[in-house]
């Protein structure tokens, strides 16, 4: 993902572009970090680390629901 301009500078369009890549990647981050805390449980292995990630999926479910609510606001 590239850096972006400030929000004050874009256009709506450009917003909900910007919006719509940023879920997309958030998505797949959410999927891989799934798919190892998966691979690790059905192995038997749990770690402090896979606690990390557990709340770490937490918080990008509440941004995904952000920018949700942030493309339905423009």
Same mark, same amino acid.
Request: hydrophobic share 40%; aromatic share 6%.
């Given at each position: ?13 450009? =917003? ?5 890549? &940023?879920? /997309? ?11 190892? +805390? $998966? ?5 038997? =292995? ?5 606690? &990390?990630? /557990? ?11 952000? +920018? $949700? ?6």
């Amino acid at each position: 993902m590239t850096s972006r301009k400030p929000f004050a500078e874009m256009s709506s369009d450009e =917003i909900r572009l910007w919006i719509q890549q &940023t879920r /997309e990647e958030l998505q797949r981050k959410i999927q891989r970090e799934r798919v190892y +805390l $998966d691979r690790r449980a059905a192995q038997g =292995i749990h770690t402090l680390t896979d606690d &990390t990630y /557990e709340a770490d999926l937490l918080l990008e479910a509440d941004l995904l629901m952000l +920018l $949700d609510e942030l493309e339905a606001s423009l």
